[in-house]
């Protein structure tokens, strides 16, 4: 993957950035989609947070290489730090980490929200808490896409703020878009869950000390979500 040729989680992330937005890529490891994007000229500008030193040089070293210095900053800041307000942020693209971290960057860094900003969101798992993050804040879910890339499935979750909606438990675990439009991904996805919540639960069986009460019983609530889904 390079900034001429995106993994196709990224092109998916890309195919949700507005004509003509202003994105900060927060996390943008080598800045290889903002770079894509101005390259194609889907973008105006864009921002490039990174926290650490590492992909920041090196996020620095694909736009320069580009020569998109101008058009492109990167900037080392901790999250949602990286935005200024003269950078008239349209867009905010969060990929490529647990959605709990995505929650908590978003949370920490409400300040630098508008609310006008579109939220391109691609979490490695610990979507529920997520998207609970969303609705608590005001946020409608516009888009959700899953895809399955290396043996592994990637949620893509695109909100905007809106008129405050509200989901229920399932909805937030499964995705309301998701449980209406059940892809063949999707449902192949929940099969195998169902698979690992059984042997979870079977492990728990067979487990020297005791599993919490509490744990149990989240795990079987799940698994019957799933089956109920399944059926």
Same mark, same amino acid.
Request: with cysteine; hydrophobic share 40%.
């Given at each position: 993957?390079n900034?001429?040729?995106?993994?196709?989680?990224l092109?998916?992330v890309?195919?949700?950035?507005p004509? $003509?937005?202003r994105?900060? %890529?927060?996390?943008? %490891? /080598?800045?290889?989609?903002?770079?894509?994007?101005?390259?194609?000229g889907?973008?105006?500008?864009a921002v490039?947070?990174?926290?650490a030193?590492?992909?920041? /040089?090196a996020?620095?070293?694909?736009?320069r290489?580009?020569?998109?210095? !101008? /058009?492109?900053?990167v900037?080392l800041?901790?999250?949602?730090?990286?935005?200024?307000?003269?950078? $008239?942020?349209?867009? +905010?693209?969060?990929c490529?980490?647990?959605?709990?971290?995505?929650r908590? +960057?978003?949370?920490?860094?409400?300040?630098?929200?508008?609310?006008?900003?579109?939220?391109?969101?691609?979490?490695?798992?610990?979507? !529920?808490p997520?998207?609970?993050?969303?609705?608590g804040?005001?946020?409608?879910?516009?888009?959700e896409e899953?895809?399955q890339?290396?043996?592994?499935?990637?949620?893509?979750?695109?909100?905007?703020?809106?008129?405050?909606?509200?989901?229920?438990d399932?909805e937030?675990?499964?995705?309301?878009l998701?449980?209406?439009?059940?892809?063949p991904?999707?449902?192949a996805?929940?099969q195998?869950?169902?698979?690992q919540?059984?042997?979870?639960?079977?492990?728990?069986?067979?487990?020297?000390?005791a599993?919490?009460?509490?744990?149990?019983?989240?795990?079987?609530?799940?698994a019957?979500? +799933?089956?109920?889904l399944?059926?």
């Amino acid at each position: 993957m390079n900034e001429h040729t995106l993994s196709m989680r990224l092109e998916r992330v890309a195919a949700n950035v507005p004509a $003509g937005a202003r994105l900060a %890529d927060i996390g943008s %490891d /080598h800045g290889y989609l903002p770079v894509a994007l101005m390259r194609r000229g889907v973008i105006a500008a864009a921002v490039a947070g990174e926290v650490a030193t590492t992909p920041f /040089h090196a996020a620095e070293r694909t736009v320069r290489d580009n020569g998109l210095a !101008q /058009h492109i900053s990167v900037r080392l800041a901790d999250g949602l730090a990286a935005i200024k307000p003269c950078d $008239g942020i349209t867009a +905010i693209s969060l990929c490529g980490m647990g959605g709990e971290t995505i929650r908590d +960057i978003l949370d920490s860094g409400k300040a630098y929200l508008s609310g006008q900003e579109r939220l391109i969101l691609q979490p490695n798992g610990g979507e !529920q808490p997520l998207r609970q993050w969303l609705m608590g804040n005001g946020y409608r879910i516009l888009l959700e896409e899953l895809l399955q890339e290396n043996r592994f499935y990637y949620e893509i979750i695109v909100a905007e703020r809106a008129t405050p909606v509200t989901y229920t438990d399932e909805e937030l675990y499964f995705g309301p878009l998701q449980m209406q439009a059940r892809s063949p991904v999707f449902l192949a996805k929940w099969q195998r869950m169902l698979r690992q919540k059984h042997k979870t639960l079977a492990s728990f069986e067979q487990a020297r000390q005791a599993v919490p009460q509490a744990k149990v019983l989240e795990i079987e609530q799940q698994a019957r979500w +799933i089956t109920q889904l399944l059926a």
